[in-house]
């Protein structure tokens, strides 16, 4: 495929470096993750990576007018309809419950009872999950720095906060803080659930460390990591058991209640600032951007924890 005539003119942007394995680009930069992104966005992805072979290290280019065109796509959607990119963005935690289900979740125990026909059809519908996912991250990395010279405007100059001051931070974190919980602080939830159970003596440390490890050890494999198994949560929660009982049931507490503290700061910071509704959306969307990022990326660990043994059992055959 030739490579069209203005790439050569164009002033490219490094967004940084990654440890990708090749294969593992289709997920972020192949043509069914473009064609996902327009559907969702409504314009296309065009990434350039150069891959070092000696290190393994990825490292990913975008046009400056790409860039341009994503932080125009923002300023436009809030011009025409204020809310419009938070249901765009909103969008994917239907698309998380979804995928939460149907991902094919297939073990090593099951290898035997499948056929090579259907090991391959069930590895691409897991491959499929994390193409339609990956561009709510890849959005949300792209557009990332679009909303920080906007809500310092809007703290400094509207609401007269003094920029990097204390202040300036608490409200910053108020109004950019997801109502929904994260995959992180859910993780930290049960993790602080299991260390009460072990200190008053109603569960096992092989018992919870089993569940953790069965609900959360896909966390850390993105594309090809390893994952948390029943070791790694024995020793954690071993760890975090030396803490004060009363310590951790108030910090266990805090996560129960998340999205109710979330939402009574949120108030309160509005109310004490007179914060417009539409300076509020512009906090909302970046907090949103962010959440869905991080969120899509551990979807696309979810599908790689029973893609990986999956790949490997079809190379082998």
Known sequence: MSIPS?????????MGKWSLLPADSENWHGEHTSFYFKKIFGFNKGTTIIHTRMDDLQHPYYPEFFIKKIYKFIADSNRRDYKSLAQKLLGFYNLKRIAQKQIPKITVSDFTKISSTKLISLYKKNRDWAHRVTPYD????IAEDYWNPVMEKILTSKYGLVKNSVEYYKVLFALTKPEKISTTLAEKREVLKSVIQLKIGSKKLS??????????????VFTFGTPWGIEYYNDELKQISKGNLSV?????????????IRNQEFKATVNKYKI??????????FGLA???????EYLVSLAGYYLLPMYDEIARR
């Open 290 to 296: 962010l959440d869905v990022r991080n969120e899509a």
């Open 6 to 14: 203005y790439y050569f003119k164009e002033k490219f942007i490094k």
């Open 138 to 141: 890849q959005f949300g990395w």
């Open 207 to 220: 018992v919870v460390s089993a569940s953790l490890a069965k609900n959360y050890g896909f966390m850390p």
């Open 276 to 285: 417009s509704i539409y300076d509020q959306q512009i906090f909302i969307d």
């Open 248 to 260: 951790l049931k108030r910090e266990y507490e805090k996560l129960l209640n998340y999205t109710k």
